[in-house]
C-alpha cells in the first residue's frame, strides 16, 4: 500500500450511522442462520419419539437442513454475482418463513426433512450472503468489526432459539407434550422463527445494492450514489475508479473466475479459504449447538438442566463474540485464529478426559463422577468462549473479505460448500460415534483438528486487518502473475 493510499484510507469519511444500519439488516440473516441452527437442539428427542426414528434416521433428521445449507450456500454466491446481493437476501427470507412453518406441520420424517432441506437453502444462502454485502459496504478501517456483526447475530439467534424452546418447554412441560392449539411444543419452537424471518423481508426493502456489485455490472453511476449515501461525493467517486480497477467492468464476475488467468488451475487463495471454512467446523461446534440437550442428558442432566445448559452456552458465546469484535480490528485476524486453535483444542481434550474416565449405570447411562460433570461444562463453555472469541466470527470475515472483488462471489460459494459440506459430515456421523465410540474418543478427535487448524492458519493465513478490498485485489493479481512467470 502507497503512502498516498494509507493517508486516503485513515482519512476516509463514513456515515457510521448508515454503515452500522446496513450492516445490521445483512446480519439479521445471520440472526435466522443461527435461530434455525438452534432451534433443532430442543426438539432431537421428541421429533425421534414423533417420527418413530432410530439413532441413524434422528441424525438425518437434524441434518438434513445441512445438505440444503451446502445447495443454498453455492448458489446463493453465484446468483448473487448474476442477479445482486439484495435480491437474493430478500429470496433467502421468504424462504426461511416457508421452512419454519412447514417444519412445524410436519407428520413424518420425509415432510420435515424436505421443509428442513428447503430451510437450508435459506441458512447457507445467509451465511454467504451477509459477510459478502457487509465486506463490500465497510470502510476498511472498521470492516472487521461490522463483519464481526454477522457472527454476533448468529449467536444471538443461537440464544433466541435456546430461549425459546427452553420457555416453551418450561409451559408445556416437554418438547413432546401438546402446548397450544392442539400443537406439540416442537412444532411452536419451529414456528417462533416466522417472527424474524417476516422482519428480515421488509426492512431489506430499504437497503441499497452492494456498490461493488453494482460496478461488476456496469452501473457505476448507482455504485456511485450507494457510496455517496454512506461517504462523501469526491471519495465516493474515488472508490468507483479504484473498484473498476479491481474488476472487469460490464462483465459479471462469474465461477470460472476462480480459476487463474495465469496458470489455469484454481486460485491457491480459495483452497486457504476452503481450509478455513472446514478446519471451523471439525473441531465440533455444531456438535454442541446441534446435540447440546442430548449430550448433557446422556452426561446425566435432565431434559430441563440441558435446556438451561444450553442457554448458559448461548449467553456465553454472545459475550466472547463482543470480545472478538473489540478486538478483530486492533489485534488482526490471524492472531485470534491462531489463540483460538490452540484454546479450543485444550478444552476438547478436557472433556474428552473427563467423558472417556465417566462409568456407566444399570441402563447403560454415561455417569460423571463426582464433581466432573460440573467440570465438563466448565470446559464446554470455555471451548465456547475460544471459539466465539476466534473462529466463529473471523471466518466469516475472513471469507468476505480475502478474496478478490472479481472472484469474491465465487469463491465464497466454493467455500459454502466446503463449510457447510463438513458441517453435515460432523453433524451426521455425531450420533454414530456416540454409539459407538462414546463421547470420549469423538471429542478427543475434535481436539486433534485444533491443533491441525492452528498450523494451517501458522503456514498459509495472511492477515487482512485494515486492507481495502481493492489493494488485496490487487496484490494477489501481481503474486499469481510472478509466480506463474517463474
Known sequence: ??????????????????????SFVAAIGGFLFGFDSGVINGTVDALQIAFDSDATGTGFNVASVLLGCVVGAFFAGTLADRFGRKPMMLVAG????????????????????????????????ASILAPLYISEIAPAKIRGRLATLQQLMIVIGLFMAFM???????????????????????SWMFWVEILPAAIFVIVLLFVPESPRYLVASNQSEKAL????????????????????????????????????????????????GIGIAVLQQLTGINVIFYYGATLWQAAGFTEADALLTNVIGGSVNIFFTFVAIVLIDKVGRKPLLLVGS??????????????????????????????????????????????????????????GEMFPNQYRGAALAVCGIAQWGSNFAITMTFPIMLTYLGLGVSYGVYALFGLVAYFFVKSLVKETKGRTLEDMSREQDEEERKHATQ
Open 225 to 272: 450514489k450507494v457510496l455517496t449515501s454512506i461517504g462523501n461525493a469526491t471519495q465516493a467517486a474515488a472508490k468507483v475508479e479504484d473498484i473498476k480497477s479491481t474488476v472487469r467492468e460490464g462483465s459479471r464476475p462469474k465461477l470460472s473466475d476462480i480459476i487463474s488467468k495465469y496458470t489455469g488451475k484454481i486460485h491457491p487463495l480459495v483452497w486457504i
Open 342 to 399: 490452540i484454546g479450543q483444542a485444550v478444552m476438547l481434550a478436557v472433556m474428552a478426559y473427563l467423558f472417556g474416565t465417566g462409568t456407566l449405570d444399570a441402563a447403560n447411562n454415561l455417569v460423571l463422577e463426582g464433581n466432573n460433570g460440573t467440570y465438563a461444562l466448565i470446559a464446554a463453555n470455555a471451548y465456547i468462549a475460544f471459539f466465539a472469541a476466534s473462529w466463529g466470527p473471523v471466518m466469516w470475515v475472513m471469507l
Open 164 to 186: 425459546s424452546n427452553y420457555s416453551l418447554v418450561g409451559i408445556s412441560g416437554g418438547a413432546e407434550e401438546e402446548l397450544w392449539m392442539g400443537f406439540q411444543t416442537w
Open 1 to 22: 500500500m502507497s503512502d498516498q493510499q494509507q493517508v486516503s484510507q485513515e482519512n476516509e469519511s463514513y456515515s457510521l450511522p448508515r454503515v452500522i444500519f446496513l
Open 94 to 125: 421468504v424462504v426461511f418463513i416457508i421452512s419454519a412453518w412447514g417444519s412445524g406441520i410436519s407428520q413424518g420424517s420425509l415432510e420435515f426433512v424436505i421443509y428442513r432441506l428447503i430451510g437450508g437453502l435459506a441458512v447457507g444462502a
